[in-house]
């Protein structure tokens, strides 16, 4: 039955992704203007929400994301280091695409063009400077309050116009079958989720070929235990406490066998310390906290690699 309902959910996501390409092409670039609610209700809503996540992520830690939908927007409030890491994570994705002449440097909309999947996005704190960057940005997330919080801080702004966000999981996207992305962005997300090796791989999955993906997130070692679970969680409050659990951080070469299963290769990988006094994150040799990596998806001519 579950099976059932999700592989509808694909052909129907399948449909409205279609008809968003058959619009005048002014429109089609507009996510949000061609997706009215109920559309997206019919498309996700038809699979059980339990159902939906029981892959990747447990309810409680959907939960866990939706209680801070208050804060996600305050600079300086529980969200604070995932705002001030925007200094590295967004130059760093910018650069890395400008290198690969994906991105056009030396204007203001480098990413005019990219068609770019921010899973986990939470309440589109990345989403938002990608998408003013010019990129068409789809968020997906399975907290419903985070969800909220994103659609209410982004409103009617006109340099979101190329923003969407929708209540789905990656399986939702795999299972449409034909939606292919430049770029996938998952950051701070790979240590909340329960089966890692599939999370990465079904990333890789709906990456175009030479696709790339970002993706940022924190060492299971003991420096990453005394650092990010008991200074910044339990003595300086950086983040809520019970944010994270350490089991469930994931080292490079875990990354990197995750990423060999989809196809992809690790072109960058750099350290970003955090100053919780400071706010400010800078970039590190030592990879054994926080790192940020770039891999891209080997060239498969046998993909399907349908434009979206
Ligand atoms: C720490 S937040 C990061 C938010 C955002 N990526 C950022 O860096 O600003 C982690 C987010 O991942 C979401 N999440 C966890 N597991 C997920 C999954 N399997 N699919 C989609 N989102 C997930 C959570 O709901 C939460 O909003």
């Not at 989403?127 to 801080?153: F, N, Q, W, Y």
């Not at 080292?251 to 060999?260: A, G, N, P, Q, R």
Request: proline fraction near 3%; include cysteine; charge should be neutral.
């Amino acid at each position: 039955m579950m099976s059932l309902n999700c592989r509808s959910c694909g052909r129907l996501l399948t449909r409205w992704w279609m008809l968003l390409k058959s619009q005048p092409a002014r429109d089609v670039h507009c996510f949000r203007k061609k997706t009215p609610k109920a559309i997206e209700n019919v498309i996700f809503r038809t699979c059980d929400s339990k159902q939906r996540i029981r892959f990747m992520t447990s309810q409680p830690e959907s939960e866990k994301f939706s209680r801070l939908a208050r804060n996600w927007w305050d600079e300086d409030g529980e969200m604070k280091a995932l705002h001030s890491m925007n200094e590295l994570r967004v130059p760093f994705i910018r650069d890395a695409l400008i290198s690969l002449e994906i991105a056009v440097p030396n204007t203001s909309k480098p990413l005019q063009g990219v068609k770019i999947l921010e899973v986990g996005c939470g309440a589109g704190v990345l989403c938002e400077p990608l998408a003013r960057l010019g990129a068409s940005v789809l968020g997906i997330d399975t907290s419903d309050g985070a969800l909220a919080a994103a659609k209410m801080h982004r409103g009617d702004a006109a340099d979101l116009s190329e923003l969407q966000y929708i209540d789905a999981t990656l399986e939702d996207i795999v299972g449409a079958g034909t939606l292919r992305f430049d770029v996938v962005v998952a950051s701070e997300v790979v240590e909340h989720v329960d089966n890692k090796a599939e999370f990465v791989t079904q990333c890789c999955d709906v990456l175009k070929p030479n696709g790339s993906l970002f993706l940022s997130t924190i060492n299971r070692t003991q420096m990453s235990y005394f650092l990010a679970i008991m200074m910044a969680e339990k003595v300086l409050g950086v983040v809520p406490d019970g944010t994270h659990d350490w089991k469930s951080f994931v080292t490079h070469s875990e990354i990197k066998s995750y990423l060999d299963q989809g196809n992809a290769q690790i072109q960058r990988l750099e350290g970003m310390a955090y100053n919780p006094v400071l706010n400010k994150w800078t970039w590190c040799k030592n990879t054994d906290v926080n790192y940020i990596l770039h891999a891209y998806k080997i060239d498969d001519t046998s993909a399907n690699n349908t434009e979206c």
